[in-house]
């Protein structure tokens, strides 16, 4: 719900033409009928130079300026640098960090500021030890389900290609019969992060927690805390219910992505090239 002051109204429009959702007519003026649908963005309040506007749901907050001291250069180097961890400290991340990187997540664009996304913190070792287990005795059956006659068309039935099967392959093998000493799985994460959505939510909102996912992998460059994405658990807790139940999500909810957090136990001296994406121009 919008409300206006017409006191401290500047008069500049700039409410009418930031609302995602027509609710302000010039003027400005907000359309009664159409106030009940209105989302919370806070774009009309936070962009009015009269402070004039009040949304229910937005707290009264000062937004500063764009901080001057990230350099262009600066934000491209930290993206560049940035490396998947897979060498961590035997430490779970501490509750000051992990509050930070909640943050972080939490203030990702949301389409129509549904604002569903849901993460889990695991720092618990007994727990990750019993969720290390679960994922690998999955990808056990699978493995043995996939070296059956026909297993082929079994996975293509499941939307998995050759090629993809090849790659997959090998880092399940990996997982279900890994070296002496090593963790294929969790590399020795002592802090795993699932993000959930609702069941039924579509597919912006499913978008919504790679986004935050993404956010805090971002902020936890600045700690600095090591993050890696872990796609066989997120698959696995997608496909296997009783890892769900684990973890604690609920029936009602899917799993999107996870990750796996701590503090590096080494530094990567050199970047790997990455070439520009393909990009056309118009």
């Known amino acids: 719900m919008i409300e206006i002051d017409k006191a401290k109204c500047q008069n500049c429009n700039l409410c009418f033409q930031t609302c ?51 350099a262009a250069e600066a934000m491209l180097d930290l993206l560049q640098n940035r490396r998947s961890t897979r060498l961590f400290q035997p430490l779970p991340v501490a509750d000051e960090h992990m509050e930070f990187l909640i943050r972080a997540a939490s203030v990702a664009p949301s389409a129509t500021n549904l604002r569903q996304v849901k993460a889990y913190v695991v ?11 679960a994922t690998t005795n999955y990808y056990a059956s699978l493995q043995r389900m996939f070296t059956l006659p026909g297993a082929s068309l079994l996975a293509r039935i499941q939307g998995i290609s050759r090629a993809r099967m090849e ?7 990996a997982i279900t019969n890994p070296p002496e000493g090593k963790d294929p799985l969790f590399y020795n994460a002592r802090t795993l992060v699932v ?15 790679w986004i935050a996912a993404q956010n805090m992998v971002i902020a936890a460059e600045t700690i600095p805390v090591g ?16 890892l769900k139940k684990l973890m604690g999500v609920s029936e009602d909810e899917k799993v999107v992505t996870s990750l796996l957090l701590g503090y590096p136990g080494g530094r990567y001296l050199r970047r790997p090239h990455r070439e520009m994406m393909p990009t056309v121009w118009k």
Do not use: W
């Open 123 to 133: 720092r618990n070792t007994s727990l990750i030890g019993d969720i290390r287990i």
């Open 195 to 209: 993000f959930t959505v609702p069941k039924s939510a579509g597919e912006e909102t499913v978008g919504d927690a």
């Open 227 to 242: 993050s890696c994405y872990n796609g066989f658990l997120s698959y696995a807790a997608h496909e296997y219910p009783y």
């Open 167 to 173: 790659r997959v392959l090998p880092a399940m093998l």
């Open 20 to 70: 995602p959702y027509g609710i302000i007519n010039p003027g400005p003026h907000v359309k009664e009928a159409a106030n009940a649908f209105c989302i919370e963005c806070g774009q009309c309040y936070a962009v009015c130079p009269g402070n004039a506007v009040t949304v229910c749901g937005c707290p009264d907050e000062e937004q500063p300026g764009r901080p001057a001291d990230i």
